[in-house]
């Protein structure tokens, strides 16, 4: 099955510096790879995806790159708030969508003020 | 944008008793919806895939005698945490697909459950 590995666990950046954070899959069929924000005591709401078909998305201050080639993917976050502050969790999916997501362990940002 | 409402948030119980989660998708119809657990600092274990009309299907290692879960609707979905014993504390969230933009299939997390076993 697939499998998601997602780096760093943990990441500290300063106010209005970015943040990068990046995923691996595994099985080279995946085709839609999704990024969620989890606030503490919350569910994980959908920030930006991006299918196989495509490189880079971009939607204000996120961005989200894809390599087919090398099976990985990363989110960027550029100009960071306070209200960035959050776990963020990658997945992938063959089934292109919903189906059969695999997600990755999350990565908790904080943004130091 | 698609809506998730998942009741109740939060839930106390006493061992041996039984609890419901309710999953709605608010506007829009959700043929499968997927059921996680999650434990504190840990990712999401997806625990059983529902689809309306039919049976649901669990992941290995999850027991659908202990969680029960039920798609009646295109719009509602239960999970039955039936005897619940402290182990099963713990943040459980619901999630719906089918809310995208022109009916993509992109996945809607209700905010959870986080259940308390005493």
């Known amino acids: 099955g697939e499998n998601v590995e997602q780096h760093p666990s943990t990441l500290s950046v300063q106010e209005g510096d970015s943040a990068v954070i990046k995923c691996t899959y595994s099985d080279s069929a995946s085709n839609y790879f999704p990024w969620y924000k989890q606030e503490l005591g919350k569910g994980p709401q959908l920030i930006i995806d991006?299918?196989?078909?495509?490189g880079e998305k971009k939607d204000q201050r996120i961005a989200v790159t894809l390599n087919k080639t090398a099976k990985h993917f990363s989110l960027h976050i550029t100009e960071t708030q306070p209200e960035d502050s959050a776990v963020y969790f990658c997945a992938a999916s063959m089934r292109g969508g919903a189906d059969g997501l695999t997600f990755g362990k999350g990565t908790h940002l904080i943004i130091q003020p | 944008g698609a809506v998730v409402s998942q009741h109740p948030s939060w839930v106390i119980c006493k061992s041996g008793t039984s609890v419901k989660i309710e999953c709605r998708s608010l506007d829009f119809q959700a043929t499968t919806m997927f059921w996680y657990r999650q434990f504190p600092k840990q990712s999401l274990m997806l625990m059983a895939t529902s689809n309306e009309g039919s049976k649901a299907t669990y992941e290995q290692g999850v027991e659908k005698d202990k969680f029960l879960i039920n798609h009646a609707s295109l719009t509602l979905s239960t999970l039955t945490v039936t005897s619940a014993h402290p182990e099963d504390s713990s943040f459980y969230i619901c999630?719906?697909?089918?809310?995208?933009?022109?009916?993509?299939?992109?996945?809607?997390f209700g905010a959870g459950s986080r259940l308390t076993v005493l």
């Open positions: 999630s719906a697909s089918g809310g995208g933009d022109s009916g993509a299939n992109v996945l809607t």
């Open positions: 991006i299918r196989s078909n495509v």
